[in-house]
C-alpha cells in the first residue's frame, strides 16, 4: 500500500479547502467586480447621450449624470427603484403644469408608451422643454419588458436647420420672403386644382430705381429697398405675404379677398407709401412703382398662370 501518495492527496485537499486562500480568491473576485462596476460608471457617465434603463414595471434600473442634469431631477428620483411615474410628475410639474393636468398628460403618455413598446421595436421621438431645449429620445425595447432610452438635445441641430430653411425661402437683403417661399404659397392656395378661390397677386416694379443706384452708388440703393420693404409690410395685413421676387421687383400675395375692390384699394395705399419721398444719408429722393395685379380664379388657377397675368398686367 502507498501510503506516501494517501499522505500527498490529502494535503493536497487540505491545501484546497484552506479557508485563507479561499478568502484570498474571494477578496480577489470583490475587486474585480468593484473595477468592473468602476468602469461602467465611469463609461455611464462619459457618454455623450443621456441613458436611462427601466424594468417591466416601470422601475429605473440605471441612469447616468447626463439624464440627471437634462431633466435637473433631484437625488432621490435617479435611484435604483426610482417610480417613472414619480420621474415624469415631477418634469411636468416643474414645466408648470398643474397637478391635475400633469397627471393626466402623464397617464396619457405611458399608455402610448406601453403601446409602443409591445411591438418590440426600438422608436425615437422628439420632445421640447419649457426651456426651449429640444430633446431626441430613443427607446430600446428589452425581452423581459423593460427598456433602454437615449436622449440627446438635438436643440443647436434644429436652430442651425431652421436657420438654413429661413435663408433657402427668405432675402438675404430685406428679410422678406422670396420667389421660392411665395411659390410654395400659391401652391398651397390653388390646391387641389379646381378650388382655387379667394385671394390675389399683385407684382410691383420700382420706377426710377436704376437712376437712384447709378447717382448714389449700391450701398444707398440696397438701403432704399428696405426701406420700401418695410413699407410695403405697413400697407398689408399680418396673413397676407410680402415678398421681394428679383432687384427692384416685389409681389404681394393678398389672401382672403371676396371682391376686387379690396385688391384695387391695396393697390392704392401701395402707390401712395411708396412714391412718398425718402430720406437715405442725408440725401432725399423718390422713386414710384407700377403694380400687375392677378385674382383668383378669373385670372388664372394655377402659380403660373396667376403669376403670368400678373406680370401682363404689369408691363
Not at 434600473?61 to 426610482?82: A, F, H, M, W
Not at 400675395?253 to 376686387?260: R, S, Y
Not at 430720406?279 to 394655377?302: C, F, N, Y
Request: net charge negative; with cysteine; hydrophobic share 40%.
Amino acid at each position: 500500500m502507498d501510503t506516501t501518495s494517501d499522505t500527498k492527496d490529502a494535503a493536497s485537499v487540505h491545501q484546497n479547502h484552506d479557508p485563507h486562500l479561499v478568502a484570498g480568491e474571494l477578496l480577489e473576485q470583490k475587486n474585480k467586480l468593484e473595477q468592473i462596476n468602476s468602469w461602467f460608471d465611469i463609461a455611464l457617465n462619459n457618454m455623450a447621450l443621456g441613458l436611462s434603463m427601466f424594468d417591466a414595471d416601470h422601475r429605473l434600473v440605471v441612469c447616468n449624470k447626463i439624464y440627471r442634469d437634462i431633466y435637473g431631477l433631484p437625488e432621490d428620483l435617479t435611484q435604483p427603484g426610482s417610480c417613472l411615474i414619480d420621474i415624469l410628475r415631477y418634469d411636468a410639474m416643474r414645466a408648470g403644469n398643474d397637478g391635475a393636468r400633469s397627471v393626466e398628460l402623464v397617464e396619457l403618455w405611458l399608455e402610448e408608451l406601453r403601446a409602443k413598446l409591445a411591438r418590440g421595436e426600438t422608436f425615437s421621438e422628439e420632445q421640447t422643454l419649457k426651456d426651449g431645449r429640444v430633446l431626441s429620445v430613443t427607446f430600446h425595447p428589452l425581452a423581459d419588458g423593460g427598456w433602454v432610452d437615449l436622449h440627446e438635445d438635438i436643440t443647436e441641430r434644429r436652430r442651425t436647420e431652421a436657420k438654413l430653411n429661413h435663408m433657402a425661402r427668405h432675402d438675404a437683403l430685406t428679410d422678406l420672403p422670396n420667389r421660392v417661399f411665395l411659390d410654395e404659397q400659391l401652391e398651397r392656395l390653388t390646391s387641389p386644382p379646381g378650388q382655387t378661390s379667394g385671394f390675389a397677386i399683385l407684382c410691383l416694379d420700382l420706377d426710377g430705381f436704376k437712376q437712384v443706384n447709378d447717382t448714389f452708388g449700391h450701398a444707398i440703393g440696397d438701403h432704399l429697398l428696405k426701406k420700401v420693404a418695410a413699407r410695403l409690410i405697413q400697407c398689408v395685413r399680418e396673413r397676407d405675404v410680402v415678398a421681394r421676387i428679383g432687384g427692384d421687383e416685389f409681389a404681394i400675395l393678398q389672401t382672403d379677398v371676396e371682391k376686387p375692390k379690396a385688391t384695387r384699394t391695396l393697390a392704392t395705399r401701395l402707390l401712395e407709401s411708396i412714391s412718398a419721398p425718402y430720406e437715405l444719408d442725408g440725401k432725399r429722393m423718390i422713386v414710384g412703382t407700377s403694380i400687375g395685379i392677378a385674382i383668383a380664379p378669373q385670372d388664372g388657377e394655377d402659380p403660373v398662370t396667376l403669376l403670368k397675368s400678373a406680370d401682363l398686367a404689369l408691363y
